[in-house]
């Protein structure tokens, strides 16, 4: 039989268990109520700082709207769960703003505030849930005008802003807009309605509204050819094959890779088939970096590769780009020979930064030179006359270095970004001054619309913000897709041409140097140049002609308003500094080299890869935050290459001892040259007293061994330590100075003396012995001897 009865120890554990369960549902309510609360919630209004949903346009039809096109607009996305839970109830509407009235616009309707925009139609669902990771596809398709359906209401042709609005609810939130994409869709005309709607001022009688052409756009558009340095650092010239730190510009040459993708669509755009009248030939210029000349050039003829990381060992192994080198150049020979060509600087070297190294070479050989270069390699005369600046400011320092180049008023056509913001100083949206200006007697300035310029920067695989660009134009241009963007640059391009009140009517389009496209974007952006052209919105302008137009443009100077460099992206003065000192090293070991007659290499040619490698330490080329890194790097090794330089040239030290017979005995020394061509040497040799050494002027030492007999006179003798140094004409060290150890024979003026007094007592004597003799006498030495016997 069991008992009921319970002990007090299993009272006390009963009612512990249920007041632990107790807790445990408390807990739990508590859980239910609080953690939505605790847990980050989407909240209503603009994308939270963690995202849950991304959405990206996939395409638009059509990209540029214009007479021809069809009534309605089709955009498609798609929207991804990138977040940390599912997202249910996903909902998603067009919005669209006014039409862009400033160039600034062009940048600040795609970020920041939404609330210039509004609702084209109601929101459609995407998808009832969405969980993480997963992602759903949608299309919105608006007509262009309609009188009863939800339309797009475009009245007048123009720049529009269009978005994409994404709404959902996350777990644990409430329904909040949880990202956007935004985009500019280009009106270049209005084709005519699907229904019947209001007859729109200046509209045809089929509704066609056609854009104003009566003041076309003067445009110009510089289509580059750059890649960042490739040669490796610190190899002088002569040295053969020549050795490339990677081999990526091999692929980049290659069918498919960027330099072909550029250079393919230059040749398609402004072929006879595609470009009969050559109105799309004649706005183009190439903009070609001499330096990727000189590479692609030396890979012609056969190249190797560093094996290390970092591409500057001197480990190798054979290239692989030969003959896509080859290709690659010879198509480009063959367009610039129909084609106006211009050279950057050399390297797309920061002239503010060349400008603060202060050797007035190495600005002349990045400007003029690089000129001259591109035109021996590509069999052609280059445009002359205009300097790209690139991706920084025109500063004082810039005007300064452009005006010590040539003589003459309007020696050089500066091309640079225009000053741009958000918001002047009234609160409006600005649009870029493109007045062209004179800077200086010799120097003016031919301005581009920085906003455009960023639009095309955002353009391909590498979207990037030019470092002219101001922060408050700032976009976040990796969130949009590479279609947005493509719409972005399209519409910045037709801007100005479809606003024919705004002044002045010339354009320069300027990409960035080292442009990264993908082949539907080489098209779009030239379709878009020659639609612009072609429908009477613009009008080609030879670069040559604005040079012309620039160098007459008359009026008193005015600096520019940029004083320094901006910050993002400038050299320190640590790697300036470096460059000084390592550059006049160099000219004053240039100025004793001379030409080698067995190969014809002079000592210009032998050392100027390493004044080249200086320039693409100061390369725009790269990113703003690596740049002063990388530059450090390349310029520790042509630091190391120019001592070694200095220190191929020396004695011979005979580590031994040297024995001077008499007081006129030559020094005999041994010169060395590991150089590759001759130099010009003075020997300096430190006498002590008593030694006097004649000064045999300058010696031109070729490469190899000479053996020198250095005249000296002597007056003493005893052990000696002699100095001697090797010093180029100027009076630079040449490598290390040699002590000798001199014994010397020779007695001076005293022995010459004693030996002369006592060959004259020798002779008395003699001469005294001889006189008895031949008198008969006996001599007065001889009376002590005793008589000689006779026999």
Not at 405 to 425: E, L, M, N, R
Not at 682 to 710: K, N, S, Y
Not at 745 to 768: Q, S, W
């Given at each position: ?430 649009t870029a001054d493109l007045t062209p200006r004179r800077v200086s007697p010799r120097v003016v300035t031919v301005p581009f619309d920085p906003t455009v310029g960023a639009a095309l920067a955002g353009l391909g695989n590498d979207p990037g913000v030019p470092s002219y660009l101001d922060s408050s134009l700032d976009v976040p241009v990796h969130h949009d897709s590479a279609v947005a963007r493509r719409q972005d640059a399209q519409g910045s391009m037709l801007w100005r041409g479809l606003h024919p009140e705004t002044d002045p009517r010339s354009q320069i389009l300027m990409p960035p140097m080292n442009w990264d496209l993908q082949p539907d974007d080489a098209q779009a952006v030239l379709t878009t140049l020659a639609t612009t052209i072609h429908s009477g919105l613009a009008v080609p302008r030879p670069l040559p002609e604005v040079i012309a137009d620039a160098a007459e443009l008359a009026g008193q100077p005015k600096p520019p308003s940029a004083t320094d460099a901006t ?225």
């Open positions: 039989m069991i008992s009921s009865r319970r002990t007090p120890g299993t009272s006390r554990r009963a009612h512990r268990a249920v007041t632990a369960a107790r807790i445990i549902g408390v807990i739990a309510l508590l859980a239910t109520v609080l953690l939505p609360a605790a847990l980050p919630q989407a909240a209503a209004g603009e994308p939270g700082a963690m995202p849950f949903l991304v959405v990206r346009v996939d395409s638009v039809s059509p990209d540029v709207v214009t007479t021809a096109s069809g009534a309605a607009v089709t955009v498609t996305a798609t929207v991804s769960n990138v977040g940390d839970r599912p997202v249910r109830d996903i909902v998603a509407r067009l919005e669209q703003a006014p039409a862009v009235t400033s160039s600034a616009q062009l940048r600040t309707d795609l970020g920041g505030d939404t609330s210039q925009y509004s609702p084209v139609a109601p929101f459609i669902t995407v998808t009832p849930e969405l969980e993480r990771g997963q992602e759903a596809r949608f299309t919105l398709s608006y007509p262009l005008r309609s009188p009863t359906d939800p339309a797009l209401g475009f009245t007048a042709p123009g720049v529009y802003p269009l978005l994409v609005n994404i709404n959902g609810t996350p777990d644990y939130g409430a329904p909040a807009r949880l990202d956007d994409a935004r985009f500019l869709l280009p009106v270049a005309g209005l084709p005519p309605p699907a229904q019947a709607v209001d007859a729109v001022p200046g509209s045809g009688m089929d509704g066609v509204l056609a854009p104003d052409t009566s003041r076309p756009v003067q445009l110009t558009m510089i289509w580059p050819l750059a890649d960042r340095p490739r040669l490796a650092p610190g190899v002088p010239g002569g040295s053969s094959p020549v050795r490339l730190m990677n081999d990526d510009l091999a692929g980049s040459l290659s069918p498919g890779g960027r330099l072909d993708t550029l250079l393919a669509a230059a040749e398609f755009a402004t072929s006879p088939e595609v470009d009969p009248g050559g109105e799309v030939t004649r706005a183009m210029c190439l903009a070609v970096d001499p330096d990727l000349l000189v590479t692609v050039n030396a890979m012609t003829a056969g190249y190797v590769v560093s094996n290390s990381p970092d591409g500057l060992g001197t480990d190798s192994h054979p290239g692989t780009g030969q003959a896509a080198a080859t290709g690659w150049l010879d198509r480009l020979r063959a367009l610039a020979k129909r084609m106006c060509v211009a050279a950057t600087p050399y390297a797309q070297a920061d002239l503010d930064a060349l400008s603060r190294v202060g050797d007035p070479g190495l600005s002349a050989f990045a400007t003029q030179g690089a000129t001259d270069l591109a035109d021996q390699i590509l069999g052609v005369t280059t445009t002359r006359g205009a300097t790209l600046v690139g991706d920084g400011p025109l500063t004082d320092r810039v005007v300064d270095l452009l005006s010590a180049q040539g003589t003459g008023p309007g020696q050089t056509v500066a091309i640079a970004a225009a000053d741009c913001t958000a918001q002047d100083s009234a609160g409006e949206s600005p910050a993002q992206g400038r050299f320190d003065d640590a790697v300036i500094g470096q460059i000084s000192d390592q550059v006049g090293r160099l000219w004053g070991l240039t100025a004793a080299m001379t030409t080698n007659e067995q190969t014809g290499l002079t000592g210009i040619a032998y050392t100027a890869p390493l004044r080249e490698d200086m320039l693409r330490a100061l390369s725009q080329a790269l990113s703003p935050q690596a740049r002063n890194g990388v530059a450090e790097q390349h310029l520790a090794v042509v630091g190391n290459t120019i001592d070694d330089l200095f220190h191929g040239v020396t004695i011979v030290n005979p580590g031994g001892s040297y024995t001077l017979a008499t007081e006129h005995s030559p020094l005999p020394l041994a010169l060395r040259n590991d150089l590759a061509v001759p130099i010009r040497v003075r020997l300096q040799v430190d006498a002590p007293p008593g030694m006097t050494v004649t000064d045999m002027g300058e010696q031109e030492l070729p490469p190899g061994f000479l053996p020198l007999r250095v005249p000296i006179e002597v007056h003493f003798t005893q052990r000696v330590a002699v100095d001697v140094s090797l010093r180029t004409p100027d009076g630079l060290p040449l490598g290390e100075p040699v002590r000798l150890s001199v014994h010397s024979n020779a007695y001076g003026k005293v022995l010459f003396f004693i030996t002369l007094c006592a060959a004259a007592v020798l002779v008395v004597l003699t001469g005294r012995r001889l006189w008895h003799r031949f008198r008969g006498e006996p001599d007065r030495a001889d009376l002590d001897r005793p008589s000689p016997r006779r026999l």
